[in-house]
């Protein structure tokens, strides 16, 4: 916006200085007016002369002055202004406003009177196309006295178009070349347009004497309705051929009638054409037509000449006569339209791309603009001539496209690539469309349309995406459209089967021999040896080995055969019955690494892993074009149930030798399938791999229990847990019964939360085989896994109170408890078992009799390598009835940290508080410990790995509950009663408080006084004497009371947690209870505001001391001033600072004598400030002058002012009553001794003394006192 108002308020004020002649039939002569405050206005008459018409013709570019005369009309009606008068011109000003004038609209005009002016040159209007003028068309020209002058694109607009094609008289305006796009020859500089309105001739918009002045570098050209365009078509090149003319009222083109001897008119037209002259015609008894040959010879290429020109794409180049010119790209060229005319006439399409190509020095073709219906390049306008630094225009017409299915089973399927620009792409799936798809059939002519079937996939080629969208209609590569498009590399590609192609299989006694059937259920006769040989390619069969046709025809091949070329025909007797073609093939197929086996679809693992397709492991299958649908009939076809649809998750094994598998839709067996081979290993690496549901196993992790643990399956390759609320009671059911456990129990969250753990939701079953079970919609996801436990869960163990891995071994199931029996326990059994309790290897089985505990029914008998001791159990019942005892080599340390109270250790790791039904052990530990009872646990924060405890409630020792390692949130502190202690808020009485953990607690409310009076006794502190009736608040919340009653003889024992936490605690008081000293809290605001204010006098006393000598020495400036009435100025400031006078012990040992020739004044003065000078003499504590002693100030003999104590004073003394002070090192003041009345009355002021190496110290005479010496 702001450039806007800039621009028109330039334009404005260029406007200013504007005049014209009108009323003439052309611009140099007619009445002068002037352009002022926007509006035209009138020149008066008085005082012109000749020399004014001269500076008017100069400025108006109109050559030389003939005349100028006064004229009159009778009318006023055109002069309502009249701006300037009495004008004086000297001749040689370059405008008229640079003469001597009359101020502006100060005339006095006659309203009939007018200056007209007569200049010698004239000018005229012109369009030069390529020289020339009457083409109604070219660029817009001034023929001037000072030469051609072209207009520039600035500041022009349709309307001034039309008045050059109204006053051209070429009917109306039609176009604007948008640059210079044609040769106007002979101009000599360029001007812009500045109309302001009501001119009569383009020129008076021109301000002529600023133009050469003016840098343009853009001309208009236009082209007016009356143009008649011509073109030559049907020869060999844009400048030879039959002469063609637009019809300017229908746009179309209509060949010009024999014109053979008007060499003019034809020369014209080859100029026009820019193809030089006319060379030869056609004579009219050959032709009816025009059929003009021009001198110039001018070819459009793609591609420099020398070079192997490129099929339909490249850098537009236009070779002239042999000389070679490259087309240079500009922001104004109608690309679009350029490469529809290039493409068109090399016959290569239609354009997929116009872009700026390389850059250039310079070259002679720019500036080109085509509507898209030219036969040639060279029809278009454009601009010949030397340009500078440019880029060329690079085309790519559709001409340049090829086609074809690459990795497929034949031609007519597989992967598109395309070529275009010389290189070969493949195509993103993203933007294709099914006519596309049946645009390449036919190209490729394999039918019609592309097969409905989008079940396969072949294998991806390397070759780069095509950042291209392709649309095709009809058969024609060449009637497809490009546009420019970023495609993502990793986009699936096109993969096309034409309808033509179709599957074919062999279906006999073996999987490599039989009749061929195609996938239309139709059996093939009359088969070629190369149609055998492509069947048994596709079906992994090897090479042909026999061929029996309908008319019993035998082909026989040899074993080694490559080809069906190596085959030959046998005559046999032929029958009237028609028979249906019979091959066998070797069942040996050669992969291109080098692998060979017969054909065989299977899974590594049974039911699940890698897919194979001959009997070695290297035969994998690509995993890019594997389907789901392939999957599915895999499981089915081996019997392994469903097919899981999560990703396998085992590590994968290398070799791939099928690219990729297609069979009909109606496949039930891999026997209905074609293979295609791998040809190139490299495009293809992951084999593809399958997980039935036959191959999943449910898991119960626990490290002592059978039938109970962390539930997992073996899923997709690996064992997963399976979270918690993700299966119902009959699928528990069914997971337990397939482990031989029973019925479910319970399946709730483990001690040790696995929350980080990956696992598996929402799986169903309906019974005990696993493959049957529902895993459709089963995910997996973080989640919390789940603890299962069976009916037929059980645990072995040791309750032994001496010794952890030492004792009798039984066997607990549910609330039953059995005794193991020893039969058939030898000492790898007995290693198991130590294993098992985490108790090392075994030292000793023994025999114990047992008659107060039943027998388990099972035996152990382990063989080979069993993983748990559960693996050694055995149906079997024992034969003889021993109790089984065995003695391992560990023993694990448990210890508490503290005294009686602490944190547990097991083997020096943390035990986590989660562990459960640890209340019987803790109660054994501390009996070990000489603790007394156990009393309470409780959890303290921790982060890091501790063992968790699993105790069924038999166990007596720690080690001997199942326990395991996991991180752990908490661990377990416990404490027995041997370190409580008990005590008052105060002395004998108050808060009774309770300490077991290393802290004072509060206790609940006592329940009886006979309790209170207990502890007041076993406290010393006699019998209890008061007790608050309302038991005070509890804000902490405790869990600890105490209730002696008459059971307990340890008052320790009578402390006891309780399950809910009471809101009150006991509070009481003894006989010898001692109330507390009541402490006064200070008033911290007035201490607070004492000490600050105390800080503050300091500082500011520290700051006096700091400036003593500055403050002392302007009170004595001051009391000097107003004694003598003397001005110091800042100059003498300066140097008092200078010389350092108020420095800090400059004047510690002054001697001053007195001067007893005092006036009126100084007595006058000493006794008005007698005052004063007490109190500066009181007041001066922390100054130099504390040393003063005194008590030794001896007053004078005589006080009279009569008798002098000094001597006279010198002559050459200033006016200023003065006397020197000596200044002399530092020393102290002990020294000092000044009078009485000195000290009362003293006064000081300094002279401020000149620029000297040790100036004396001048004190005023009114001011000075005797001093006694010493």
Known sequence: MWFLLIYIQLTAIQAQDRIALRGSSHPCEGRLEVYYKNQWGRVGHHQWRDENGAVVCKSLGCGDHVESMILQEASSSSFTNCWLDEIKCKGTENKLWDCESSSWNATQCHPHTYVSVRCSGNISLTLNLHGMTDECAGVVQFTTPNGTISVCQQNWDENEANKVCQKLKCGKYEKTFKLTTVNAKGNSYSVPLNCIGKEEFLWQCVDSLSAKSHTCQEEIGIICSNYSHVRLHGGADACEGTLEEKDSTEGGWANVPCQEGDYNRLDKMCAKLKCGRAVSVKPCNESKNTWLKCSDRVKVQLGKSGEKPPACYGDIYVSVNGSQHAVCIDATSSNVNVGEVVCQELQCGTPLSVLQSSKLQQDQISQVEC??????????????????????????????????????????????????????????????????????????QCGEKMKENNQHHFVKSKLQILQWTLKCTGSNISQCRMAKKRYDQQDKVVNIICNKHELWFLQGNSTCEGRVKGETDVYLQNITNGKAAEVCARNLCGSVQKIDNSNMQ??????????????????????????????????VVKFPSSVSGSMKVWLQNKCYGKVLVCPKENCGVCEDTWTEKQSRMLCKSLGCGELIREKYSEKKKSGVTVASVHCSQTAENFGQCNF????????????????????????????????????????????????????????QNAICTNLGCGEALSFNEPLSKMSNSKGLTSVTC???????????????????????????????????????????VYLQKERDFYAVSSDGWSKQEGNELCKYLECGNVSETTNKEQVNVSFWSKSYSCTGNPKSIWDCEKEKAPVKNHHLHISCTDKPEVKLKGNCTGEVQLKKMPVCYKSQETARVFSEFCHDLNCSMFFKSWSTNYSGNAHYLSCTGKESKLWQCSSWTDNCEGVVSLACTKAIKLNFSSPCGGELQVDYRGKWEPVCPLASNQDANRICRELKCGDVSRTNDEAVENTANTDISINCGDDYKSLMHCVKPVPQACTRKAVFYCDNYIPPVKKIQPDTGLIVGVVVGLVLVLVAVLIVFWKRKTFLAILRFKTSAEDTDMEISGKEMQRLSEKDVFEEDDYDDIVTTVNPMEDNQSQVSASEHDEENKSTSEGSSGTEYDDVDEENVKPPAESSTTDPLLPPRPDNLLDEVTFEAEVEPQED??????????????????????????????VSNDEAKPQKDE
């Not at 090829?402 to 089973?409: A, E, K, Q, R």
């Not at 979270?723 to 119902?728: A, D, K, P, R």
């Not at 000092?1232 to 401020?1248: G, K, N, T, Y």
Request: with cysteine; hydrophobic share 25%; charged share 20%.
């Open 371 to 444: 509507h898209g219906q030219e036969k040639s390049l060279w029809e278009c306008l454009h601009k010949r001539g030397t340009v500078g630094s440019c880029r060329t225009i690079n085309i790519i017409c559709s001409g340049s496209l090829d086609m074809h299915l690459s990795n497929g089973l034949d031609e007519c399927t597989g992967q598109l690539e395309v070529k275009s620009s010389g290189s070969w792409w493949s195509v993103s799936s993203v933007d294709w469309s099914k006519e596309n798809s049946d645009m390449v059939c036919q190209y490729l």
């Open 554 to 587: 035998s082909s026989v091949c040899p074993e080694n055969a490559t080809s069906s070329s190596s085959c030959s025909m046998k005559n046999t007797t032929t029958s009237t019955e028609p028979q249906f073609d019979y091959v066998k093939c070797s069942d």
């Open 1229 to 1258: 003041y002990d020294d000092v001794s000044l009078p009485q009345a000195m000290v009362s009355e003293q006064r000081e002021s300094f002279d401020i003394p000149g620029p000297s190496s040790d100036p004396p110290l001048l």
């Open 766 to 808: 309906q019974n005990a085989t696993l493959s049957s079970c529902d895993f459709s919609k089963t995910k997996v996801k973080q989640c919390q896994a789940g603890y299962l436990k069976c009916t037929g869960w059980r645990r072995l163990l040791l309750t032994n109170i001496q010794n952890a891995c030492t004792g009798e």
């Open 676 to 731: 295609v081979k791998l040809e190139d290993t490299s495009l293809c690496q992951n084999p593809a791999y399958v997980v039935c549901t036959g191959s999943v196993k449910a898991v119960l992790q626990d490290p002592r229990d059978k039938c109970a643990g962390n539930l997992k399956l073996f899923y997709s390759g690996e064992l997963r847990p399976l979270c918690t609320n993700s299966i119902n009671e009959k699928t």
